[in-house]
């Protein structure tokens, strides 16, 4: 179920040191939501960039965004083409929802809010679609 996934942006020992509140609120200092056009394609948003770390290049020169993804962008990255971590697989009322949420309180880590369903539909499409 995780999407796109973003790479960590702590630092092991800074992760270690920090108080959650205060690396959540770190990580997301700085994010401008990028704007989307009507067909879920963002465009011209400046890339998110953290302290001492190359500048993440805008979404539109990147990618096109699957539109279920367009409204899950996160602040660490989205704009990266990185292929998900982790995958969440599992049969029908498994409660893999119920672990995506448990999952999703970690302020390091970022899935999307639909389940992609990638290798069931859009499989075809190949990982550019993932991506
Ligand atoms: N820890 C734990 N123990 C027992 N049951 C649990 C647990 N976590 C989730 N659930 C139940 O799992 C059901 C949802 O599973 P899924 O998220 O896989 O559902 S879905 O198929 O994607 O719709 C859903 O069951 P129903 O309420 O009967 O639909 C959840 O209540």
């Not at 056009?37 to 948003?45: L, N, R």
């Not at 029908?92 to 990638?118: C, N, Q, S, W, Y």
Request: hydrophobic share 35%.
């Amino acid at each position: 179920r995780c999407g796109p996934a973003s790479p960590l942006r702590t630092s092991p020992t800074r992760s270690l040191e920090e108080p959650r509140a205060q690396r959540t609120k770190r990580l997301l200092s700085g994010w401008d939501a990028p704007e989307l056009s009507s067909d879920g394609d963002a465009g011209g948003s400046p890339g998110v960039q953290m302290p001492g770390e190359a500048p993440v290049p805008p979404l539109a020169a990147s990618r096109r965004m699957p539109p279920r993804f367009a409204a899950k962008l996160s602040p660490l990255g989205d704009g990266s083409k990185k292929l998900p971590q982790a995958l969440i697989i599992g049969v029908k009322k498994g409660g893999t929802r119920a672990l995506l949420e448990f999952l999703r309180v970690h302020p390091d880590i970022r899935a999307v809010g639909a389940e992609p369903h990638f290798f069931d539909r859009n499989y075809e499409d190949g990982l550019e679609w993932y991506r």
